[in-house]
């Protein structure tokens, strides 16, 4: 019944900007802390970028720092990750995930949305 879907990838030049989002249904939105993960071809998946149930705090990997924010809308129960000045190394399927602040062992994955930067 919990379902995360992540929206909003494409194909975009170097340089270019994409906003994805993550829209949740079937549970309290607002007592799960989000985060986006990222996973390229032949690359583990990695952290890319957190934010905490109420949206009071945000954490960035190091490749990402000034060029993506991430954000969250709890009256939309959804998620969004505004991503500019994009580059080819941010080539990869983005998911968002979420667990539940009180139970870490509550733990859910969107399916992905592929983000190709390429000329």
């Known amino acids: 019944q919990v379902q995360l879907v992540e929206s909003g990838g494409g194909l975009v030049q170097p340089g270019g900007s994409l906003r994805l989002s993550c829209a949740a249904s079937?549970?309290?939105?607002?007592?799960?802390?989000m985060s986006w993960y990222r996973q390229a071809p032949g690359k583990e998946r990695e952290l890319v970028a957190q934010?905490?149930?109420?949206?009071?705090?945000?954490k960035y990997a190091d490749s990402v720092k000034g060029r993506f924010t991430i954000s969250r809308d709890n009256h939309r129960n959804t998620m969004y990750l505004q991503m500019n000045s994009l580059k080819p190394e941010d080539t990869a399927v983005y998911y968002c995930?979420?667990?539940?602040?009180?139970?870490?062992?509550?733990?859910?994955w969107g399916q992905g949305t592929q983000v190709t930067v390429s000329s």
């Open positions: 934010i905490g149930a109420t949206g009071g705090w945000t």
């Open positions: 079937g549970l309290p939105f607002s007592v799960y802390r």
């Open positions: 995930k979420a667990y539940n602040t009180y139970d870490v062992a509550t733990l859910y």
